[in-house]
């Protein structure tokens, strides 16, 4: 069984659509993020979420919004889609506190075209 | 402010050499946390070690084995015996203990290892 598993794991789309990307753990992990891994591999945080609670929201545009249903599931919904946006996404869970592993979903590869 | 730095860009080696990946970083916290990844071909981001600021020791798991000196802020990778499957880029991360932080991972700019037959 996947730990995180996120769909869809491939993404074509146009310029200015909206989309969502669906994120869940299977851990029992009380804390979610979704990071944003660039063209050139470098790989930054975009959201944490602990309980349901955002905790870290790393100045990402509010194109980008999250939400969290519940501990198990953190989503990502991109508005207006830009081609700056086309990268792979990240979604990863970890038992709270600082310091502790975060284990990371297989990624997204989103292509805005 | 906290970095992480990988110099390395990418690291090209024949099977069965022994490899060093560097990691230097920099946290003005006396309590953090260091960790490897390793992204093979397909995509995946695989979690390797981590590693607290108070235990300096080093750690071996089979060809695998991790060097953490504070006094020079590095925590290096070797792998030793090198394969055709340990190509893959790996990233070095730190997480700083910071009240409020849960967990948020600041990367290096990763090592692309290619291992040639």
């Known amino acids: 069984d996947t730990a995180v598993s996120q769909t869809p794991k491939y993404l074509v789309t146009q310029m200015g659509n909206d989309k969502s990307i669906k994120c869940e753990q299977n851990l029992g992990h009380d804390t979610m993020y979704w990071y944003k891994q660039d063209s050139k591999k470098f790989l930054k945080i975009m959201f944490s979420?602990?309980?349901?609670?955002?905790?870290i929201n790393e100045t990402v545009p509010n194109r980008f919004s999250p939400k969290s249903p519940d501990k198990a599931h953190l989503n990502l919904h991109i508005n207006s889609l830009e081609l700056g946006d086309s990268a792979v996404y990240f979604c990863?869970?970890?038992?709270?506190?600082?310091?502790?592993?975060?284990?990371f979903g297989e990624g997204s590869w989103l292509t805005v075209v | 402010a906290q970095k992480v730095t990988q110099a390395q860009t990418e690291i090209s080696v024949v099977e069965k050499e022994d490899v060093t990946l560097d990691c230097v970083y920099e946290t003005r916290d006396t309590t953090y946390y260091l960790f490897w990844y390793k992204q093979p071909p397909s995509g995946e981001l695989v979690f390797l070690i981590r590693r607290n600021s108070f235990d300096e020791q080093n750690e071996i798991s089979g060809r695998y084995s991790w060097n953490f000196q504070k006094s020079t802020s590095s925590f290096n990778f070797t792998i030793t015996a090198s394969q055709v499957v340990d190509s893959a880029v790996y990233f070095c991360a730190l997480s700083e203990g910071r009240s409020g932080n849960t967990g948020k991972l600041i990367f290096g700019q990763g090592t692309t290892l290619q291992v040639k037959p």
């Open positions: 990863a869970s970890s038992q709270g506190r600082a310091g502790n592993t975060i284990y």
């Open positions: 979420y602990n309980n349901k609670e955002l905790i």
